[in-house]
């Protein structure tokens, strides 16, 4: 049985899967902005995507930006996300500058969970998860394919390692080029789901896969991404679309 986490007043592994918005803003004050809107549209999760961030490499400004959302958030749960441009995010750094940036938003205390690549030297992931728990931040462990899906059992794997490493819930998204392929990540969520001891989140992306994004609880996902304004993967789903569609499939 999978063991449930909490951020904040949210739970995730129980009951309906919960909805995260991501914000996107390239200054402090588009950030800022952003926050109005999602606020109303009352998501379960807000995800900072500090690779957009002109100052992400700044440890003060990113600190004083992180601190300054996280007070304009009130309750609402955060995770701070820095995506490499190698799994789809917006700038390259080195793996050294990245285990700094995630550093100094753990040393900033302003975010419940941090999201933290499998894929980068082991011994540092290791440090950086035992960081994070130290000071009782979440770890969401990831992994991202843009050019395809991996077979089921790779994505498993690729899963089980992620708990392996400490993380307390795990990621994993790919591309697909068929339906096949969709097929295939929603029967690896649903071996992992039954397998694993945390929960995890998964989504095949694009048009094809927006069936995954919707269909969580059936096959084990526990979190879905929507929009409120940009977009950061393709084939998010606006929340106000999303919420009603994942409370017409909830299980009995």
């Given at each position: 049985m999978q063991k449930i986490v909490k951020l904040r007043h949210?739970?995730?592994?129980?009951?309906?899967?919960?909805i995260a918005v991501p914000i996107t803003g390239?200054?402090?004050a588009e950030i800022l902005a952003a926050v109005p809107a999602i606020k109303a549209a009352q998501p379960d999760l807000v995800e900072w995507?500090?690779?957009?961030?002109?100052?992400?490499t700044q440890p003060d400004q990113l600190t004083q930006?992180?601190?300054?959302l996280r007070?304009?958030?009130?309750?609402?749960?955060?995770?701070?996300?820095?995506?490499?441009?190698?799994?789809?995010?917006?700038l390259a750094l080195s793996d050294a500058d990245y285990f700094k940036v995630n550093t100094t938003v753990l040393a900033g205390q302003f975010t419940d969970a941090l999201d933290v690549e499998r894929y980068h030297d082991e011994v540092a992931v290791k440090q950086l998860v035992d960081q994070a728990h130290a000071q009782k931040v979440v770890v969401i462990m990831s992994n991202h394919d843009f050019?395809?899906?991996p077979a089921q059992a790779d994505i498993v794997e690729r899963l089980t390692s992620m708990v392996a490493f400490g993380a307390d819930v795990?990621?994993?998204?790919?591309m697909p080029q068929t339906s096949n392929d969709v097929?295939?990540?929603l029967a690896a969520t649903n071996e992992a789901h039954q397998s694993l001891t945390q929960p995890v989140i998964t989504m095949s992306m694009g048009d094809l896969g927006k069936v995954s994004r919707l269909a969580g609880e059936v096959f084990g996902s526990c979190l879905s991404f929507a929009t409120v304004g940009a977009a950061s993967a393709p084939g998010q789903i606006a929340l106000d679309r999303l919420r009603p569609t994942l409370t017409d499939l909830k299980l009995s």
């Open positions: 949210l739970t995730l592994g129980a009951g309906r899967p919960k390239k200054t402090t995507r500090i690779d957009f961030y002109e100052g992400v930006t992180g601190q300054q007070q304009a958030l009130g309750d609402l749960a955060l995770l701070t996300t820095f995506r490499t441009q190698g799994e789809g995010g917006e050019d395809k899906t795990a990621k994993m998204a790919v097929l295939t990540l």
